[in-house]
C-alpha cells in the first residue's frame, strides 16, 4: 500500500513539473487592442498577454514561463517588429507607417501584458479605416485560440469587435451623416449624429467566444464530466445542470460589472479543488441526495473563473448587457449540447454491473488531473 502512495506521489510531481498549466487550463491567446480616432491624431494601444509573446517570438531566458523587464528590453525590436508586421492599420487601402511611442511591461490581477502604443495621421470624413491583425498565421498552434478584443473611441462614440479564427479584419467608414458596417465588423459614427444602436457584431462575436471559452477552458468540461459521471435520475441531472448555470451566471455577471472579485489565482486553484472534491464524491459518498446544492457553490466560483476574459475587456456600460449575456449564452449551448450527448450514454450504462468500476477509475482519473492543476495553481 505505501509503495502505491509512492507512486501516486512520483506521479503527480513528475505531472507538476511536465504538464503546462497554462495548457491544461485555459487555453486561450489574448490580445486588447484600444483604436482611438479624432480630428487630431490616430492612436493605437495594442496590448497581449505575455506568454503569448513568448510563444511568439520566445525571450523567456530562463523558462520559467514568464517574461521579466530585462527579457523584454532584450527582445524589444524583435517584439515591435513583430507587431509592425502582424498587425496592420490601413486608411482607404493605403498601409499607415505608425510611430511607436511606447512599449511596456504591465502586470494584472490575471496575467502580465506587453503593450505597445503607436500614433498615426489623424482620419478624415469620408476615410475608410481598417485593421487587419495577423498575430499567429493559420495553421501555428495559437491560431485558432489567439483572440483580438478591439475597442474603438471615434468622437465620443464606442463600439467593440471580437477578432477571431479567420475573421480577423475589422473596418469603418468615418461618415457625417451615415455608417457604413462590413458585414461581422463594428460599426461607428460623428457625435454630433444619433447613432443607432447595431449589436449585431457584439451577438455573434461573443456568443462565439462564450463558446470558444469553454471548449477550450479542460477544467471546466473536466469538473462537468465529474459532475454527471456517478449514476444518478434524469430529474437528478436535470437539477444539478441547473444549479450549475444558475451560479456561474451569477458570479460570471457580477465579476464582470465589479461587484465580485477573487484574485486569479485563488479562483483557478477553487476550481481544481472543485474537480477534486466531486471525484472523490463519486468514489466514496454511497448516495448522491444533494449534488445541486454542492454544484451551485463550486459553480459560482466557477463562474468567477468564466469572467475574466470579459472583465478585462473594460467594455462601457452600454455594451455590457449584450457582451455578457452572449457571452453566457455561448457558455450554455456547449454545455447543454455536451450534456445532451453524455448524459444519454452513461445512463445506457448505468444498469451494467460494471459501472461502478468505470465510476471509480473515471473518478481517480479526474481527481489525479485536477489535483495536478491543484498543486501547479497553488505552487507554481
Known amino acids: 500500500m505505501t509503495q502505491n502512495y509512492r507512486k501516486i506521489a512520483v506521479f ?50 530562463n523558462d520559467d514561463g514568464k ?3 530585462e527579457e523584454l528590453k532584450a527582445n524589444k525590436i524583435r517584439f515591435q517588429e513583430w507587431v509592425e508586421d502582424s ?29 505597445l502604443t503607436f500614433k498615426y495621421p489623424a482620419y478624415t470624413v469620408g476615410d475608410t479605416v481598417k485593421l487587419l491583425d495577423g498575430i499567429f498565421y493559420e495553421g501555428s498552434r495559437n491560431f485558432d485560440t489567439y483572440t483580438d478584443f478591439l475597442k474603438v473611441n471615434s468622437d465620443g462614440q464606442v463600439s467593440e469587435a471580437v477578432l477571431q479564427g479567420k475573421n480577423r479584419e475589422w473596418t469603418m467608414q468615418i461618415s457625417e451623416n451615415q455608417q457604413e458596417q462590413q458585414p461581422g465588423q463594428a460599426t461607428t459614427q460623428k457625435a454630433d449624429t444619433p447613432a443607432p444602436t447595431n449589436n449585431t457584431t457584439a451577438w ?66 477553487l476550481i481544481a479543488f472543485s474537480i477534486c472534491y466531486v471525484a472523490l464524491e463519486n468514489i466514496f459518498r454511497k448516495q448522491i441526495m444533494y449534488r445541486w ?25 452600454s455594451h455590457l448587457a449584450i457582451a455578457l449575456i452572449n457571452f453566457n449564452v455561448g457558455i450554455e449551448l456547449i454545455q447543454l449540447l455536451l450534456v445532451i450527448i453524455i448524459v444519454p450514454i452513461l445512463m445506457k450504462f448505468q444498469g451494467r454491473m460494471s459501472y461502478r468500476k468505470i465510476i471509480n477509475g473515471g473518478s481517480v482519473i479526474i481527481f489525479l488531473l485536477g489535483f495536478v492543476w491543484l498543486i501547479q495553481r497553488l505552487f507554481f
Open 67 to 69: 517574461l521579466s523587464e
Open 87 to 115: 498587425v496592420v492599420l490601413e486608411v482607404n487601402g493605403k498601409q499607415q507607417a505608425g510611430k511607436i511611442t511606447s512599449l511596456k511591461l504591465e502586470k494584472t490581477k490575471d496575467k502580465d501584458l506587453v503593450t
Open 204 to 269: 455573434s462575436s461573443f456568443l462565439a467566444l462564450g463558446a470558444k471559452h469553454i471548449l477550450t477552458g479542460y477544467d471546466h468540461l473536466l469538473f462537468l464530466f465529474a459532475l454527471l459521471l456517478r449514476r444518478q435520475t434524469l430529474k437528478q441531472y436535470i437539477t444539478t445542470i441547473t444549479a450549475f448555470t444558475i451560479a456561474h451566471s451569477i458570479t460570471l455577471t457580477l465579476a464582470v460589472v465589479g461587484i465580485a472579485d477573487l484574485p486569479s489565482r485563488i479562483v483557478e486553484s
Open 12 to 61: 503527480v510531481l513528475l505531472a507538476c513539473l511536465l504538464f503546462p498549466r497554462e495548457g491544461f487550463a485555459h487555453a486561450f491567446s489574448a490580445a486588447f487592442n484600444t483604436l482611438n480616432l479624432s480630428k487630431n491624431t490616430t492612436e493605437m494601444i495594442y496590448s497581449i498577454d505575455a506568454l503569448s509573446v513568448i510563444e511568439g517570438i520566445g525571450g523567456d531566458k
Open 293 to 317: 446544492a454542492v454544484t451551485f457553490f463550486f459553480g459560482l466560483i466557477h463562474g468567477l473563473g468564466f469572467a475574466t476574459i470579459l472583465r478585462e475587456m473594460s467594455l462601457p456600460k
